[in-house]
Nanobody, 124 residues
Framework: EVQLVQSGGGSVEPGGSLRLSCVAS????????MGWFRQAPGKEREGLLS????????ASADSVKGRFTMSHDNAKTTVYLQMNSLKPEDTGIYYC?????????????????WGQGTQVTVSS
């Protein structure tokens, strides 16, 4: 199994920045793609960014392009989500996830392992 543990998040004013972290442990060799997702109140979970460790192919949602970036450490055990120019509509619970398949999809149903989620609130 693979365990994903998230940290970071909190409250910030519009225009501010936050960084989330996600540490993977266990059978991490199973994971080919990592992704970040968001679930806003009353809405379905949406994919934001994804990255394939081996092909280095990435995908991003239009809603976060130019504002959010995904990075990782050299050991491929930690991924980060840097969020800049935050807006009130970015409010929600953020999840990291891992996928055993190769495609850097943003579809939540394609991911096999999930972090516990962390709340991000953007409000003045």
């Amino acid at each position: 199994e693979v365990q994903l543990v998230q940290s970071g998040g909190g409250s910030v004013e519009p225009g501010g920045s936050l960084r989330l972290s996600c540490v993977a442990s266990g059978m991490t060799g199973r994971v080919v793609v990592m992704g970040w997702f968001r679930q806003a109140p009353g809405k379905e979970r949406e994919g934001l960014l994804s990255y394939n460790w081996y092909t280095k192919f990435s995908a991003s949602a239009d809603s976060v392009k130019g504002r959010f970036t995904m990075s990782h450490d050299n050991a491929k055990t930690t991924v980060y989500l840097q969020m800049n120019s935050l807006k009130p509509e970015d409010t929600g619970i953020y999840y990291c996830a891992g996928r055993m398949g190769a495609g850097a999809t943003l579809a939540p149903g394609s991911y096999d392992y999930w972090g516990q989620g962390t709340q991000v609130t953007v409000s003045s």
